[in-house]
């Protein structure tokens, strides 16, 4: 009863407070559920496995395109019914006999790393002005404008569903979004209703950057997991000592390899979306009790929670799922099957319409013309190591082999990895028919990212692992010879990695990781580009049904971060972008607006030049076309 009344006691605090003081709620609102949920048995792992049931929640109830409403009303009564689930948890037999966790070492070491990245990734947006923020994006990363359209559309519509001013479908309708309804709810938990869209350029920039380190922390708390629990078989007092070598591994390739590029290049839904498959495999297949125990409810949710991140991924589940369902099957037949029925079921009927989504949004008429589609994408990838990456599979069966853990734990270790490889393999053809080198390929080098991402941890592990064992047969200085070597071995690997060639710091190779906190404090060396685009937004603002076109203007993509700040951006506003002569100007591209506004019944555009001759040239191509559908506008 003390448990209980302890639990509920901080449940009716947390809840009160999202109303009252959201700030502090949500403060609460964490510590509780590292807290009060029976599992887990540290604090780090006890957030993660309650992160990825609140982000699968959401999946559930806030789907894409969905008629959820998505407000501060909304988000608050989301909140407090899964407090009000945790704390009924607890009235379980079982939960009774679970120990809160005490806080550890790691827990701190994690909560500081988590923490300093993302200042180190905020910092460069922060205290400068929109058009700073704005320049910064634009070069940060193509998708950037993508999620935050998609982001900023939830916001502004209070739902997943997006309305246009054209009548066509909203552009970004068909891609998984849970990532931008977990931030459009909050922006309102914190912020409420009222931002526009120019106000919502930080939120997205915070709230990638939340998303970024929380997922890249839990990949971090798997290596220190791994390793501790790898030595605690063969040398239990040296468990907490290869714990904390394996989070200095990892901790040392986040800050200075490739990681950060993913979200210099806003990949922040597919990081996300590896590390829950990461995760929820690990912690479902941990133990034969765990996947019986953990895996029956964390498999599904992390499922369609990838689904809906980046939906290839589910395909790293499979291996987790299939020894859910051994486990739950070897302990009762009939449950076993009706979970495995119904894991698969749910699965394909989410995926086979987010994939049918897909497929109706870019009009291809079968499977193969799809994949054809997106294999001729060979641009736009993050820079990683394509080596390390096709090695990744191989370097996770071989630990899986070697290590001594129970056999859920080896091939639910291994699993991910090989899935995750196999879907670029999947790639493979779909770029083979389009006639474009599949190492060059836009998606097999992101599964194969996927594949480097998920496997770094238990290398990490393994690199732990192998130092402390190796150094307690070494005097103390062979060991501090052998720990020297191997640091520098390590950072001269990483050194090597994904260097800018036409720009090495002093002939020397660049650290990648220092290399992308420089990629994002170059954007505000081009503080105009920002400005332009403002003050595009700005002559357009009473025009909210036009898509606003900055003639003479840099090109496509300033023009799409121009349409997705003035107003919802339409899939028809979106090809007429694409398909404008860049830069746009000149007879040639005057021709093709008028042949876009003879295609396009309800396409409305507003020209906005640099200059009065610009405004002249426009006048004298469109002054006889319809005033409600073309207009210069001159600020």
């Known amino acids: 009863m003390t448990r209980l009344a302890w639990c509920g006691a901080l449940a009716v605090f947390a809840i ?20 009060v949920p029976p599992w887990g048995r540290t604090l780090a792992e006890r957030a993660i496995v309650s992160t990825i049931v609140v982000v699968g929640a959401t999946a559930v109830l806030f789907p894409r395109a969905g008629s959820t409403p998505v407000n501060d009303v909304s988000v608050r009564v989301f909140l407090t019914i899964v407090m009000v689930v945790l704390v009924a948890m607890n009235l379980l037999p079982k939960a009774r006999r679970m120990p809160f966790p005490r806080p550890r070492l790691i827990d701190g070491l994690l909560l500081v790393f988590v923490a300093t990245l993302w200042l180190l990734l905020v910092t460069p947006f922060i205290g400068g002005t929109t058009a700073d923020v704005i320049s910064g994006l634009y070069f940060a990363g193509w998708d950037n ?44 938990l914190f912020s409420g209703a009222g931002l526009d869209r120019v106000g919502l350029l930080i939120p997205y920039v915070q709230w ?14 798997i290596a220190t997991e791994f390793a501790e629990r790898w030595v605690g078989r063969v040398a239990r007092r040296r468990a907490m000592w290869a714990s904390g070598v394996a989070f200095g591994v990892f901790a040392a390739w986040v800050f200075l390899g490739s990681p950060q590029f993913l979200f210099n290049a806003g990949f922040t839904n597919f990081v996300m979306g590896v590390a829950l498959m990461g995760t929820a495999s690990y912690l479902a297949v941990r133990s034969p009790r765990g996947a019986r125990t ?24 499979v291996p987790a799922g299939v020894i859910v369902a051994v486990a739950m099957i070897r302990h009762r037949v009939t449950l076993g099957v009706i979970w495995l029925v119904a894991t698969v079921g749910i699965v394909l009927v989410v995926s086979a319409r987010q994939l049918g989504d897909v497929l109706s949004a870019g009009g291809q008429e079968d499977a193969a013309e799809f994949a054809r589609n997106i294999g001729e994408v060979a641009v736009g990838m993050a820079p990683f190591n394509v080596t390390a990456a096709i090695v990744a599979p191989i370097a996770a069966v071989a630990i899986a082999v070697l290590v001594h853990v129970p056999w859920t734990t080896r091939w639910g270790l291994a699993g991910p990895s090989v899935a995750t490889a196999t879907v670029a393999l999947v790639f493979v053809p779909g ?56 640091g520098l071995v390590g950072l001269s690997t990483l050194g090597l990695a994904g260097t800018r060639q036409e720009e090495p710091l002093r002939g020397l190779p660049q650290f990648p990781g220092f290399e992308a906190i420089g ?17 595009g937004v700005d002559a357009t603002e009473g025009l909210p049904e036009f898509a606003p076109v900055l003639w003479e203007g840099p090109g496509t993509l300033s023009n799409l971060w121009t349409g997705s700040i003035h107003g919802t951006l339409s899939s028809t506003q979106q090809v007429f972008y694409l398909s404008l002569p860049q830069p746009p100007e000149g007879e040639d591209a005057a021709a093709w607006a008028k042949e876009a506004l003879s295609a396009f019944p309800h396409l409305r555009i507003a020209f906005v030049p640099p200059t009065e001759e610009s405004a002249e ?19």
């Open 519 to 535: 990629q994002r404090y170059e954007g505000r060396q081009a503080q105009w580009l920002g400005e332009l685009i403002v003050a």
């Open 16 to 35: 009160i407070m999202l109303w009252v003081a959201p700030f502090v709620g949500a403060v609460l609102f964490a510590v509780a559920v590292a807290t």
């Open 431 to 486: 770029a083979v028919a389009a006639g474009v080198w599949w190492l060059d390929s836009y998606y097999v080098q992101k599964a194969l990212n996927a594949a480097l991402l998920v496997t770094a941890p238990i290398i990490a592990a393994a690199v732990g692992v192998g130092l402390i064992l190796a150094l307690r047969w070494m005097s103390s200085r062979q060991a501090v010879a052998v720990t020297i070597v191997v």
């Open 617 to 635: 040239f426009l006048r004298l191509r469109f002054g006889s076309a319809d005033p409600r559908r073309v207009v210069v506008v001159i600020d």
């Open 294 to 317: 953990l895996g029956w409810f964390i498999v599904p949710l992390a499922a369609v929670a990838t689904i809906g991140l980046w939906t290839p991924l589910v395909l790293g589940l």
């Open 145 to 188: 404008h993508g999620h935050y359209t998609t982001f900023a559309n939830t916001y502004m519509s209070e739902s997943t569903t997006w309305p246009t001013t054209d009548g066509s479908v909203a552009w970004n309708q068909w891609y998984p979004s849970l990532h931008s309804t977990l931030w459009a709810l909050g922006t309102f």
């Open 208 to 221: 990638s950057a939340v998303t970024f380190v929380i997922s890249i922390g839990a990949l971090a708390w």
